[in-house]
């Protein structure tokens, strides 16, 4: 080694080209053993105390008994806040880094922090590590696990002892075409029963042709929805058990609510075609729980007035220019909502219908 010159504060400068060697005077190393390491301290520091503490530390320590064909060794790197420098970080012979813990024996370049996440050639995971053949728990209790590659994969693994192996179980993945599923690893279908996303296109399968629900719907209230199949039905379902309502009372005037709906044969703006149906103010004045939202309103909606300029790496260099205008706020009807209306209305027809056939039946008599 050659020595340029001194320096203040027990430093030294190195000539060009240099190599600092520290070399452990040990003949045997055994697991454990320090071969070299550097200190950084204030030991002339006024304060004293824990000012003249190591305030930091690099250590290469011996990871088992050196022999012909081993000189495993890992780094620690020590650091210290209102006491003599600790532990914060090791890498290993083996390349896997632990942050906060000293890492568990791996298969490959693995990191682990401590508090029992590690991240690795193998994905990302919670309380768990891998040993080169098996996942294994760092503290006992359950387990997460999330995989990349062609598909992004989502595990989860049961309560274990720690060090005990763990079995991990698909719960979820996003395949490499970009549809989310859950509980399966292919769309569902008539045959595969689950969950799964696709493009715009939400779709759940029960295999079973009995009645089974799909999606359920709760408020504040609880329940208030579903929607089940059955056969080669769908049903969709709201609310309506007797033990939820109160003062029931008979519909009165039903025939005259419907004379003043207004049904009407129009055209959709968007794209030309002609359907029957209702204006939904108009459907508001006869039967408002039908009809959401206000005749005629706006709402605010922020849009993009200029895109935002990136360099040729694809860094923003200048941010979009952002505007806020003015938008309709659409009406929505639930045409089903008439239903008891129109019920209503026909019964009255049907009774006004019966008494003119009585009355008919009694003058053909005479």
């Known amino acids: ?28 190393v055994t697991d454990g053993s320090v071969l070299g390491k550097i200190e950084f301290k204030a030991p002339d520091e006024a304060s004293g105390t824990d000012a003249n503490l190591t305030a930091a530390a690099i250590e290469a320590v011996a990871e088992g008994t050196f022999a012909a064909d081993n000189n495993a060794t890992e780094l ?56 080169g053949s098996n996942y294994k728990a760092i503290a006992t209790g359950g387990a997460t696990l999330i995989q990349g590659g062609d598909n992004f994969l989502f595990y989860t693994a049961p309560s274990v002892s720690a060090d005990a192996n763990q079995t991990f179980v698909e719960r979820m993945r996003i395949d490499s075409s970009g549809n989310l599923l859950v509980g399966v690893t292919s769309l569902p279908s008539a045959s595969v029963q689950g969950f799964g996303v696709t493009g715009q296109t939400i779709v759940t399968s029960a295999t079973s042709t009995s009645t089974r629900e799909h999606h359920q719907f709760f408020n504040g209230n609880g329940q208030v929805g579903s929607i089940k199949t059955s056969g080669s039905g769908t049903s969709f379902n709201t609310s309506s058990d007797y033990r939820l309502k109160t003062d029931a009372q008979p519909m009165t005037g039903a025939s005259d609510r419907v004379l003043a709906l207004n049904p009407v044969n129009f055209e959709w703006i968007s794209d030309g075609t002609r359907v029957d149906g209702f204006l939904a103010h108009e459907a508001q004045a006869v039967v408002p729980e039908s009809v959401t939202g206000t005749k005629d309103a706006m709402m605010d909606e922020e849009y993009e007035v200029t895109p935002a300029v990136l360099d040729d790496d694809g860094n923003e260099t200048t941010p979009a220019v952002m505007g ?39 003058l053909e008599a005479v």
């Open 1 to 28: 080694m050659t020595r340029a010159r001194d320096l203040a504060a027990g430093t030294f400068e190195l000539a060009t080209g240099g190599v600092l060697k520290l070399e452990t005077s040990d003949t045997t």
């Open 76 to 131: 620690v790197f020590k650091t210290g806040a209102t006491a003599a420098a600790d532990v914060k970080m090791t890498l290993t012979s083996g390349g896997n880094l632990g942050i906060g813990v000293t890492p568990d024996a791996a298969n490959g370049s693995y990191l682990q922090f401590a508090n029992g996440y590690f991240a690795g050639q193998y994905g990302f995971g919670k309380n768990s590590y891998f040993d």
């Open 324 to 362: 806020t205008r003015s938008v309709p706020d659409y009406q929505g009807i639930d045409q089903s909502k008439l239903v008891p209306l129109l019920t209503a209305a026909l019964r009255e027809a049907l009774t006004k219908i019966n008494t003119m056939e009585t009355r008919l039946t009694a």
